[in-house]
């Protein structure tokens, strides 16, 4: 479903998702994800964080010139986090989603936007299929945001 949104479609009845990976210095990447169908379509809701853990606030110490760092005793924790919610049509051995999403980052100031994948796979056996998608269609949170554009594997 974060990769190509028509991947749901080879769902049966019910699927769960679930996964989370602690990394070096704190930070640890999640996501969670559910997937349901109904006749020919494939309903999914999924979310994803990558949580850089917390650091301490540092600010230029006026008794240096503003040369080193002192502590305030306050902490950031920055984080990105994403929220989707998938629709998917399969008929035959073709299928096409959609999956409209939520972004939000807390990097030294917050940030939300809105963006969207289309994805189109078509069966070629039981299980295998061939997809393409196009993602983050209106998502730019630009400075690097890892949510979208370069994907944590997970």
Do not use: K
Not at 48 to 64: F, K, M, R
Not at 91 to 118: M, Q
Not at 128 to 134: F, H, L, T, W, Y
């Amino acid at each position: 479903m974060f990769a190509n949104p028509a991947g749901i479609a080879t769902i049966r009845h019910l699927s769960l998702e679930g996964s989370y990976e602690p990394y070096l210095a704190g930070s640890a990447v999640s996501s969670a994800a559910l997937a349901l169908r109904v006749r020919r379509w494939t309903v999914g809701f999924g979310a994803q964080a990558l949580d850089y853990g917390s650091e301490a606030e540092i600010v230029p110490d006026p008794a240096t010139g503003g040369r080193r760092g002192m502590p305030t005793g306050a902490s950031f924790h920055p984080y990105e986090a994403l929220a989707t919610t998938s629709l998917v049509y399969r008929r035959g051995f073709a299928a096409l989603g959609v999956t409209p999403s939520t972004i939000a980052t807390d990097r030294l100031g917050s940030e939300r936007r809105l963006a969207g994948d289309v994805g189109m796979a078509i069966a070629v056996f039981d299980i295998m299929a061939i997809g393409v998608s196009v993602q983050n269609l209106g998502g730019d949170l630009g400075n690097g945001a890892l949510c979208r554009g370069a994907r944590v594997p997970v």
